[in-house]
């Protein structure tokens, strides 16, 4: 391992970022096993398994990073903690069938309070229909750490990547963005107030839309069914965990293209629009960089067009274009500046 010979050095991982961390670490490993179809690099890892394909994919939620339990309650933590990984699934053209669970926890935390995180956990797998075939438990010396791993099937030639997107495709979007982060701003804003005060009572009300966007989100299983039954391949396909602005960027790097996206074709739920500006924040901005909506982006070949155009649910937010053309923003206003993605950044 050459760059690990100079024991002297020390590069703080800040100076790579998340994204360039994982491709510094993983670029030495090559695939050796002709079943490996896919590896690092997409929203799930594919496994030729004859007639299907496996997917793979496995996400980690750290307590003080991912989440907070002032104000994420236990059963919601369970439910999302299962649903953000099935929503990568989906982002593969997949159907995820197991998941398996692993905590490590500190003895703050009771029997009665993981039944809790485990009754969300089982509603999860209720309602989309995966089994939990199991997990690892360990104990931390500080706070809880859930990792989970889905694993789903799809048949050969529907598996869809982000590396394939052409020139001319337009870009889909599945559902509105931004509530997730306007949930957790104001989640944040009343776990100040009630620091500073514990007297005052949360000011949640009529804002279950946005709250309910970040502590118990849904995976958009019900398009790959729509995909299917109206025979739509898509061209490539990502889900939104970081950001609108940082998945197309992840996809466009990937594909070797650029992206023109129209900024009034970015949905945002008019709650979403009401309390960015209450934060005194540009709507468009938390649309691009929230993160956590888990929608789905994906790109049609324009042939297709028919197809998604009645669709309930997919806005058409763009169109890909050649790289050398960048990834832009036409505003409402009638500027074109670049994209930029900001995504979140955990180190
Ligand atoms: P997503 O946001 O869709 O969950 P990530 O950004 O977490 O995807 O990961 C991007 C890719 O990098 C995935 O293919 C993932 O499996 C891979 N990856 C992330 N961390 C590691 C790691 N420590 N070692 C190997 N592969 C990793
Ligand atoms: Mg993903």
């Known amino acids: 391992m050459a760059n690990t010979s100079d024991r002297s050095k020390r590069t703080d991982v800040n100076t790579l970022g998340e994204f360039g961390l994982i491709d510094h670490l993983t ?20 496994i030729d398994n004859g007639n299907m394909m496996t997917v793979v994919s496995t996400d980690m939620l750290v ?60 509603r999860a797998c209720d309602y989309y229909k995966v089994d939990l075939i199991g997990g690892d ?64 009572k949360p000011d949640l009300e009529e804002q279950d839309f946005l709250v309910g966007r970040q502590l118990k989100p849904e995976a958009r299983k019900d398009m790959i069914d729509v995909f ?48 960015a500006l209450k934060f005194q924040l540009d ?3 938390c649309a691009l960089n929230g993160g956590e909506d888990y929608e789905l982006i994906f790109t049609i070949d324009p042939k297709d067009l028919d197809k998604v155009k009645y669709l309930p649910d997919i806005y058409i937010m763009g169109e890909i274009v050649p790289a050398s053309d960048g990834i832009k923003l036409h505003t409402k206003g009638g500027n074109i500046h670049d994209l930029s993605a900001q995504g979140w950044k955990h180190f």
């Open 27 to 46: 670029s030495g490993f090559e695939l050796r096993q002709p079943s490996s179809i896919k590896g690092v690099g997409d929203d799930g890892a594919v």
């Open 63 to 122: 307590e003080g990073i991912h989440f907070d339990l002032m104000y994420s309650p236990l059963k919601h933590l369970g439910y999302k903690s299962i649903v953000v990984n099935l929503s990568d699934i989906y982002a593969m053209n997949a159907i995820p069938k197991q998941v398996t669970v692993s905590i490590a926890l500190s003895n703050r935390f009771s029997v009665e309070a993981l039944e809790e995180l485990y009754d969300g956990i089982k």
């Open 137 to 200: 438990t360990t104990s931390s010396p500080k706070g809880l750490y859930i990792s989970v791993t889905a694993i789903g099937q799809v048949e050969k030639d529907r598996v869809v990547y982000r590396n394939t997107a052409k020139a001319g495709d337009l870009i889909c979007i599945t559902g509105n963005v931004g509530a997730a982060y306007l949930g957790l701003q104001l989640l944040e804003r009343e776990k100040q107030l009630y620091l500073s005060n514990p007297d005052i």
């Open 228 to 275: 299917k039954k109206s025979g739509l391949q898509p061209t490539s396909m990502i889900d939104v965990s970081d950001g609108v602005a940082s998945e197309i960027f992840h996809l466009c790097k990937q594909s070797k293209v650029g992206a023109f996206i129209e900024e009034s074709g970015v949905p945002i739920h008019p709650d979403a629009q009401m309390m």
């Open 283 to 285: 709507p468009i901005t």
